[in-house]
């Protein structure tokens, strides 16, 4: 079985297309960003959560109003688990506290349906801002690393572009979460420490595509003339373009089935995952090798390619 | 023919060494399988008993799961460090207070170095250290390096105190790590009594005794403050007259509470036991006390014939007679004249001494024995005690004095202890993770294995076997270094699966391209994995740099991720191209395989 075998795709001559729309994308993921925001999760805000679970099925509301009238400020939410809810509260030092209110609560307002506090998480405000600190200086790092690493394997201006398109793919994904945050309870999308991981792995794997492609370039621009780049560009991304997307293709195999089956604290990072493989790949064909040879033409001088065979 | 002996050799003792590294995790499953068959307890214990050995050792070595999936408790403590250097320092003036206000109010928001931030606060006020700390003769660097030394002391004792009361309380396997310059964390798994936990882990059991002054000081100081007291909140609440006219509703009860003052009385009714101590930490309340003296509660009420519930007040002199650092034995028992538990101490030499003379110059006199700044008990001194011995009653339960033991055996905290970050899940939720985690896996492999068979045909069986085996390597190597296998794990290993057979399907892209070249299918094979070998590698490399700083940014679960990530990428490595290659050369020659098993 062969998929996208010996295509012919003008990708670069259609690249300004793709530049429009990766833009388009990211800038409306930026107006979201600065007009919704992010919906953190209480690992980046502080806060404590209770997930509850009973024995039949119960009504939201009708706990709602048991957990208010027990005096918990507090948000209950429907949670992505068979008869279960989310407590959302500010944070407590102690939880017993909270863990006996929201239990004796429970118990005595619906006397029928046993309940059972199946977790409890809090964290304190100092904590969460020294975790946001340190997933940024993760990101920056894994950038840095990755700059450095594909600029020593290829060159600047190879690395500079993958180093772009993670950008691209990292702030689409942040503008999704930040356009349907919040916006479903089976799936709240919050920013929490495993969205980070998936940042960072989508960081790790957009850049594996990306080499792919320059690998086949760096293949073939040998000893040609700078005239024939868009020519060796295009038909580079052509002949890659099978193993790109089935190397994508397996791994999006492995997430959707992450998404279906991992539950609902894995949800989230499965998402991310999807729509970062997703867009990585995009960016991969459309955006690194044909922000290369822009670049490329701009600075006149051929490409002189590390580890060229 | 002899490089491909080594290769199989290779691959042959990897398996070997993977499947004995999971030996004692199939071991100790079967084990419990066992156990839980047999159908009467006394079989079971018997079974037990017979092979207690060989279960530790399978336990011991098989792979552990994580707090996620078996249950349990992660905590995050905090050291007060503030309070710490508090302690130390002297001449305490406004200025002092106001800098250390400052300063906790910037510690509050983030992780950074407390000293430092308290050296930076100075230096914005333009005093020196040495006017609070040591030595005046100490330069600002010498100081901080001292408070430096004092807090990382600091921190390395709670961490002792905290591993002593957790080993003696009996939990397994706990993890204790000190994390930057003052958190803890802390991994208990299995605990089904959070809230005694809690409370055991925060105690600082600071252990005093401390002098009683007689009734009629303690009467007269108390009329002192109710009268200054009612005179000055008289003053404070007229503006809140406006209020005067409303009933008292749940709402007000706090403009209530502070616009009317209710006098102090020798003994508090249960109701008004929060009331009464809101009001002897007032700094106002404090300075009407007579020099070197400090009012305190009683830890447990005394009931009266009517069943009504008192707590008494005591006023007792500051600074103690003897402190809890003293203590080198203590056992919780019940008492002898009555069933009330109790908790029995013994002294070393040094206290044993100070003990016999206190109490010889005080018969006849109360020495109030407090603990974290209540009273527990306020015996007269009946004769001097030569032999070191004390004891705290007024214990509720047989519980709490036991773990007052554990407390108190184990030395007090240096400084307050907080927790500040607290994951506790449910065994239940737990087995639902697990069950959740192994159908990621089942469909994963599925998924993936079955694509690339569709794919790539026979030579996509040989990508499977070689993810069989990076599987079996990744959860080897986590059973091997005994690091716990958490969801976030399983997630890594389900990603894993789908990022591990890229290579193959780079070689495999690749072999196709050379065969329409038209090339021999060997000379095909050769040049692909050849061809194909420096953007696996350099793919790999990244995604390898990308989980690493994962590891080393992340906490808790998402480092598990990040751990078999790194492990199942490099694996990989060997697996999609070794293992896979020697599979051609071996089956190259034959009819087994031909230009069409690649799709």
Redesign the interface.
Same mark, same amino acid.
């Given at each position: 079985m062969r998929i996208l075998h010996a295509t012919s795709f003008n990708f670069i001559k259609h690249r300004k297309i793709a530049y429009g729309i990766s833009l388009l994308l990211l800038v409306s993921g930026m107006i979201s960003l600065a007009v919704r925001g992010l919906n953190y999760g209480i690992d980046f805000k502080g806060g404590s959560e209770v997930v509850i679970r009973f024995e039949k099925n119960a009504d939201v509301g009708r706990v709602r109003s048991i957990i208010n009238d027990a005096g918990l400020q507090g948000v209950i939410k429907q949670y992505g688990l068979a008869r279960s809810f989310l407590l959302r509260t500010d944070f407590q030092g102690e939880t017993s506290t909270l863990k006996s209110l929201v239990s004796g609560s429970l118990r005595d307002g619906l006397p029928g349906n046993p309940h059972e506090i199946v977790s409890i998480q809090a964290v304190g405000p100092s904590i969460a801002s020294d975790l946001k600190w340190s997933a940024m200086k993760a990101l920056l790092a894994a950038l840095a690393a990755i700059l450095l690493y594909v600029g020593i394997r290829f060159e600047i201006k190879f690395a500079t572009a993958g180093v772009i398109a993670i950008f691209h793919d990292v702030l689409t994904v942040l503008g999704l979460f930040s356009l349907l945050g919040g916006v479903s309870d089976f799936m709240p999308l919050e920013i929490d420490q495993s969205i980070i991981a998936a940042f960072l792995t989508i960081a790790g794997y957009s850049i594996t595509d990306t080499v792919v492609v320059y690998d086949r370039i760096r293949e073939r621009i040998k000893g040609q003339r700078p005239s024939d780049y868009e020519k060796i560009f295009n038909e580079s991304i052509n002949q890659t373009l099978s193993r790109t997307v089935i190397t994508s293709g397996t791994l999006l195999l492995a997430i959707i089935v992450l998404f279906i089956f991992a539950g609902p604290a894995i949800r989230g990072f499965a998402f991310a995952m999807f729509f970062g493989v997703l867009v990585g790949t995009y960016s991969s064909i459309f955006v690194a090798a044909p922000i290369v040879l822009d670049w490329q033409r701009r600075s006149k001088a051929p490409i002189k390619l590390r580890g060229a065979a | 023919m002899k490089q491909n002996r080594v290769k199989i050799l290779l691959i042959v003792v990897i398996t070997i060494v993977s499947v004995w590294s999971l030996y004692p995790t199939y071991r100790d499953y079967a084990l419990t399988k066992k156990i839980e068959s047999l159908a009467s307890s006394r079989d079971s214990l018997q079974f037990l008993l017979d092979h207690r050995n060989e279960i530790e050792q399978a336990r011991e070595k098989s792979l552990k799961l994580g707090l996620?999936l078996k249950g349990g408790m992660h905590l995050?403590m @905090?050291v007060d460090l503030l309070d710490l250097i508090d302690q130390k320092a002297w001449n305490k003036d406004e200025r002092f207070y106001r800098i250390m206000a400052n300063v906790k109010s910037r510690?509050?928001?983030? /992780?950074a170095n407390v000293v430092d931030l308290l050296a930076s606060e100075f230096r914005k006020e333009n005093v020196r250290l040495s006017r609070y700390f040591y030595d005046i003769r100490n330069s600002d660097r010498e100081i901080v390096d001292k408070l430096n030394k004092e807090a990382q002391d600091a921190l390395s004792r709670a961490k002792e105190v905290i591993r002593n009361r957790i080993d003696q309380y009996g939990v397994a396997e706990p993890v204790i790590q000190a994390q930057g310059t003052r958190r803890l964390i802390i991994e208990l798994s299995g605990v089904t009594d959070?809230?005694r936990v809690?409370k055991l882990l925060k105690g600082t059991a600071k252990l005093e005794f401390k002098l009683l002054k007689d009734r009629e000081t303690l009467l007269r100081t108390l009329d002192r403050i109710n009268t200054t007291l009612s005179q000055s909140d008289a003053a404070g609440a007229a503006p809140d007259s406006a209020f005067a006219g409303m009933p008292p509703t749940g709402a007000d009860s706090l403009v209530q509470k502070s616009a009317s003052f209710r006098p102090l009385f020798e003994v508090a009714d249960e109701y008004s036991r929060d009331y009464v101590a809101s009001l002897l930490a007032r700094e106002d309340v404090r300075a009407l006390l007579p020099q070197d003296t400090e009012l305190l509660l009683s830890a447990k009420p005394d009931e009266n014939v009517k069943g009504e519930k008192f707590y008494s007040l005591f006023l007792v002199k500051k600074s103690p007679e003897l402190t809890g650092g003293v203590i080198t034995e203590a056992k919780a028992t019940f008492g002898s004249q009555n069933v009330q538990p109790e908790v029995l101490m013994e002294m070393n030499s040094e206290g044993t001494a100070k003990w016999a003379r206190i109490t010889g110059a005080n018969i006849g006199k109360r020495i109030a024995i407090v603990l974290d700044g209540v009273v527990y008990s306020a015996p007269v001194v009946q004769s001097k005690i030569p032999n070191g011995n004390s004891v705290i009653n007024g214990i509720s339960s047989l519980e709490e004095a036991k773990d007052l033991e554990i407390i108190l055996k184990a030395g007090a905290l240096p400084a307050p202890v &907080?927790?500040?970050? @607290?994951?506790? %899940?449910?065994p239940?939720?737990g087995s639902?993770?697990i069950r959740?985690?192994m159908?990621?896996i089942i469909? /994963?492999f599925t998924? %993936?294995a079955l694509?690339?068979i +569709?794919?790539y045909h026979k030579a996509g069986i040989a990508a499977d076997l070689a993810l069989v085996l990076n599987i079996l390597i990744v959860i080897s190597v986590l059973a091997g270094f005994s690091a716990a296998l958490t969801?976030?794990g399983?997630?890594g290993i +389900?990603?894993t699966?789908?990022?591990a %057979?890229?290579a193959n399907?780079?070689i495999y @892209?690749r072999i &196709?391209?050379e065969l329409d070249e038209g090339k021999q299918l060997k000379l095909a094979v050769d040049t692909g994995y050849k061809?194909a070998f420096?953007?696996i590698f350099?793919?790999h490399?990244?995604?390898?740099?990308?989980?690493f700083?994962?590891y080393?940014? /992340?906490? /808790?679960?998402?480092q598990g991720?990040?751990v078999t990530?790194m492990i199942g990428t490099a694996a990989s490595l060997f697996t999609a191209i070794v293992v896979t290659r020697l599979i051609f050369d071996l089956l190259l020659g034959t009819s087994f395989m031909n230009e069409k098993s690649f799709?």
């Amino acid at each position: 079985m062969r998929i996208l075998h010996a295509t012919s795709f003008n990708f670069i001559k259609h690249r300004k297309i793709a530049y429009g729309i990766s833009l388009l994308l990211l800038v409306s993921g930026m107006i979201s960003l600065a007009v919704r925001g992010l919906n953190y999760g209480i690992d980046f805000k502080g806060g404590s959560e209770v997930v509850i679970r009973f024995e039949k099925n119960a009504d939201v509301g009708r706990v709602r109003s048991i957990i208010n009238d027990a005096g918990l400020q507090g948000v209950i939410k429907q949670y992505g688990l068979a008869r279960s809810f989310l407590l959302r509260t500010d944070f407590q030092g102690e939880t017993s506290t909270l863990k006996s209110l929201v239990s004796g609560s429970l118990r005595d307002g619906l006397p029928g349906n046993p309940h059972e506090i199946v977790s409890i998480q809090a964290v304190g405000p100092s904590i969460a801002s020294d975790l946001k600190w340190s997933a940024m200086k993760a990101l920056l790092a894994a950038l840095a690393a990755i700059l450095l690493y594909v600029g020593i394997r290829f060159e600047i201006k190879f690395a500079t572009a993958g180093v772009i398109a993670i950008f691209h793919d990292v702030l689409t994904v942040l503008g999704l979460f930040s356009l349907l945050g919040g916006v479903s309870d089976f799936m709240p999308l919050e920013i929490d420490q495993s969205i980070i991981a998936a940042f960072l792995t989508i960081a790790g794997y957009s850049i594996t595509d990306t080499v792919v492609v320059y690998d086949r370039i760096r293949e073939r621009i040998k000893g040609q003339r700078p005239s024939d780049y868009e020519k060796i560009f295009n038909e580079s991304i052509n002949q890659t373009l099978s193993r790109t997307v089935i190397t994508s293709g397996t791994l999006l195999l492995a997430i959707i089935v992450l998404f279906i089956f991992a539950g609902p604290a894995i949800r989230g990072f499965a998402f991310a995952m999807f729509f970062g493989v997703l867009v990585g790949t995009y960016s991969s064909i459309f955006v690194a090798a044909p922000i290369v040879l822009d670049w490329q033409r701009r600075s006149k001088a051929p490409i002189k390619l590390r580890g060229a065979a | 023919m002899k490089q491909n002996r080594v290769k199989i050799l290779l691959i042959v003792v990897i398996t070997i060494v993977s499947v004995w590294s999971l030996y004692p995790t199939y071991r100790d499953y079967a084990l419990t399988k066992k156990i839980e068959s047999l159908a009467s307890s006394r079989d079971s214990l018997q079974f037990l008993l017979d092979h207690r050995n060989e279960i530790e050792q399978a336990r011991e070595k098989s792979l552990k799961l994580g707090l996620d999936l078996k249950g349990g408790m992660h905590l995050v403590m @905090e050291v007060d460090l503030l309070d710490l250097i508090d302690q130390k320092a002297w001449n305490k003036d406004e200025r002092f207070y106001r800098i250390m206000a400052n300063v906790k109010s910037r510690s509050a928001n983030s /992780g950074a170095n407390v000293v430092d931030l308290l050296a930076s606060e100075f230096r914005k006020e333009n005093v020196r250290l040495s006017r609070y700390f040591y030595d005046i003769r100490n330069s600002d660097r010498e100081i901080v390096d001292k408070l430096n030394k004092e807090a990382q002391d600091a921190l390395s004792r709670a961490k002792e105190v905290i591993r002593n009361r957790i080993d003696q309380y009996g939990v397994a396997e706990p993890v204790i790590q000190a994390q930057g310059t003052r958190r803890l964390i802390i991994e208990l798994s299995g605990v089904t009594d959070e809230a005694r936990v809690r409370k055991l882990l925060k105690g600082t059991a600071k252990l005093e005794f401390k002098l009683l002054k007689d009734r009629e000081t303690l009467l007269r100081t108390l009329d002192r403050i109710n009268t200054t007291l009612s005179q000055s909140d008289a003053a404070g609440a007229a503006p809140d007259s406006a209020f005067a006219g409303m009933p008292p509703t749940g709402a007000d009860s706090l403009v209530q509470k502070s616009a009317s003052f209710r006098p102090l009385f020798e003994v508090a009714d249960e109701y008004s036991r929060d009331y009464v101590a809101s009001l002897l930490a007032r700094e106002d309340v404090r300075a009407l006390l007579p020099q070197d003296t400090e009012l305190l509660l009683s830890a447990k009420p005394d009931e009266n014939v009517k069943g009504e519930k008192f707590y008494s007040l005591f006023l007792v002199k500051k600074s103690p007679e003897l402190t809890g650092g003293v203590i080198t034995e203590a056992k919780a028992t019940f008492g002898s004249q009555n069933v009330q538990p109790e908790v029995l101490m013994e002294m070393n030499s040094e206290g044993t001494a100070k003990w016999a003379r206190i109490t010889g110059a005080n018969i006849g006199k109360r020495i109030a024995i407090v603990l974290d700044g209540v009273v527990y008990s306020a015996p007269v001194v009946q004769s001097k005690i030569p032999n070191g011995n004390s004891v705290i009653n007024g214990i509720s339960s047989l519980e709490e004095a036991k773990d007052l033991e554990i407390i108190l055996k184990a030395g007090a905290l240096p400084a307050p202890v &907080r927790i500040i970050e @607290e994951r506790t %899940v449910g065994p239940s939720l737990g087995s639902d993770y697990i069950r959740a985690g192994m159908l990621s896996i089942i469909w /994963g492999f599925t998924a %993936v294995a079955l694509f690339m068979i +569709v794919y790539y045909h026979k030579a996509g069986i040989a990508a499977d076997l070689a993810l069989v085996l990076n599987i079996l390597i990744v959860i080897s190597v986590l059973a091997g270094f005994s690091a716990a296998l958490t969801l976030p794990g399983i997630a890594g290993i +389900v990603l894993t699966m789908g990022m591990a %057979v890229d290579a193959n399907v780079l070689i495999y @892209e690749r072999i &196709r391209e050379e065969l329409d070249e038209g090339k021999q299918l060997k000379l095909a094979v050769d040049t692909g994995y050849k061809k194909a070998f420096s953007s696996i590698f350099d793919s790999h490399v990244t995604t390898l740099s990308a989980a690493f700083l994962l590891y080393v940014y /992340g906490i /808790g679960p998402i480092q598990g991720f990040a751990v078999t990530l790194m492990i199942g990428t490099a694996a990989s490595l060997f697996t999609a191209i070794v293992v896979t290659r020697l599979i051609f050369d071996l089956l190259l020659g034959t009819s087994f395989m031909n230009e069409k098993s690649f799709g």
